[in-house]
């Protein structure tokens, strides 16, 4: 696979040579060019991160930014191509669980003596952690969102359940008891849309404080599966398969797909990501009454993993320096407000979170706002062999669970047992 990739990375240096093309670089009259590669898809954020390039170009005439609009449905192989074939853009937009590969492959450039102390202390130890590979800091991450409960209030406050709070969450087992007051008569208490179940499951299992990967004295990661990270999974599994107050139609869904059912009152929640808000403000019907609950709480509290996106330099561009002062101008507290409103997410910086305009009752973004500082980095951000152990163990894995076609034991068996081969050769 690596040599097909390698050719193809060939070809396409040879095509964009051929028409001119090329990744950033230096004119004759000593003018810098950089490229800028986002992955920013809705309009808002796209037109947030044009202007910002629009305003660095006009305030810096010796260092201009190419704007280059990627895709987040193919970014891995993409990147891989351009670092192989030599045509990486300088300013990276991805994600920090994509970077790992990037970053032990040596394609991505160390940027700790490249950010200026200003964006280094204002950007917490947790959120570094999600882009910190063995000694080297491999990306800025600097839009984060958790996965929340987006609620029918209609349905909840006939319901007469009680609305939880940041301050005063849910539990997990007070979850699940909800989630069957409100089920009934072909309506369901909730529903999981769970098209890609392992992210979601790994990451709202850290506030029961399951971790499932574990790194020994010698560095090396294993898979374990203890009573902690079983609760979530545990949860779910019982309210589609025992309490019927969860849509097994919903579980190979991915969460758009759900929001017709929930419109109509279908289901009375949808875990989602935060920024799933932009999409029910623009297709629910006129006067639907919805509103944002934080996800359920265990032992750790409402700790959750995320996984940022984040800017990074190419190992190979010419301008590391000027492609840091670039990034550092993006991620000033003002223009990151900019783009985490473009995007309906959470800023990761301190003085951007204290912007006004995040903390509004409008759209609950001071529900999210309030959660921000239990975000921690995913179980699975450093982890070398994840990707094939998501895909070809823990995903069909927990969708047999989920679905009831398999127990307990067997999923603990495939996760851990199989798990632990997949990681094994990535280790030797």
């Known amino acids: 696979m690596r040599r097909v990739r390698r050719l193809a990375a060939v070809t396409a240096a040879v095509a964009l040579l051929l028409t001119g093309c090329s990744s950033g670089g230096t004119d004759d009259d000593g003018k810098v060019t950089l490229e800028y590669q986002s992955l920013a898809w809705q309009k808002e954020s796209v037109d947030a991160n044009k202007r910002l390039v629009e305003e660095w170009n006009a305030a810096h005439p010796d260092i201009q930014v190419k704007y280059v609009q990627g895709s987040w449905d193919s970014v891995h192989d993409q990147l891989l191509t351009s670092f192989e074939g030599g045509e990486a853009p300088d300013v990276i937009h991805d ?15 160390d940027l700790r003596d ?16 999600t882009t910190t590979f063995g000694d080297g800091v491999y990306g800025v991450p600097f839009l984060q969102e958790p996965r929340v409960l987006i609620a029918n209030a209609k349905i909840l406050k006939a319901a007469g359940v009680r609305i939880p709070t940041p301050a005063k969450p849910w539990s997990w087992e007070e979850f699940r008891a909800v989630t069957k007051k409100l089920s009934g008569d072909k309506k369901f208490g909730v529903a999981w849309p769970l098209k890609e179940p392992v992210s979601a499951t790994l990451n709202l299992s850290l506030s029961a404080g399951g971790r499932m990967f574990h790194r020994g ?7 374990r599966s203890d009573a902690a990270d079983l609760v979530v999974p545990r949860t779910v599994h019982d309210q589609v398969n025992t309490d019927a107050s969860a849509s097994g139609a919903t579980l190979g869904m991915g969460g758009s797909d759900t929001l017709p059912g929930f419109f109509a009152g279908k289901y009375a929640m949808v875990p989602l990501g935060f920024s799933y808000r932009q999409q029910i403000v623009q297709q629910a019907p006129k006067g639907f009454d ?16 995320v ?20 990034i550092d101008f993006l991620l000033r507290p003002p223009n990151m407000v900019r783009l985490a409103l473009g995007d309906w997410m959470l800023p ?40 094939e152990w998501k895909d070809k163990v823990a995903t069909p894995a927990l969708q047999e669970y989920y679905s009831g076609s398999i127990g307990l034991g ?4 495939r996760l ?6 997949v990681l094994a050769r990535y280790q030797r």
Do not use: M
């Open 348 to 387: 990761t910086g301190t003085e951007a979170l204290k912007d006004p305009a995040l903390h509004t009752e409008k759209n609950d973004w001071a529900t999210g706002t309030a959660l921000a500082g239990d975000l921690r980095s995913a179980p699975a951000q450093s982890v070398r062999g994840y990707a």
């Open 114 to 129: 490249l950010l200026p102390a200003r964006l280094k202390s204002d950007i917490p130890q947790h959120s570094w952690a």
């Open 290 to 305: 919805w509103q944002v609950l934080p996800a359920p709480a265990g032992r750790d509290g409402l700790a959750q993993g």
């Open 410 to 413: 067997e999923l603990r068996r």
């Open 217 to 223: 004295a010698d560095g090396k990661v294993t898979v």
């Open 95 to 109: 994600a920090s669980d994509d970077l790992a590969d990037f970053a032990y492959g040596g394609y991505l450039a």
């Open 307 to 326: 996984s940022p996106q984040t800017l990074s330099v190419a190992e190979d561009s010419p301008h590391k320096k000027e492609a840091a002062q670039f």
């Open 416 to 421: 851990v047992k199989d798990g632990n081969l």
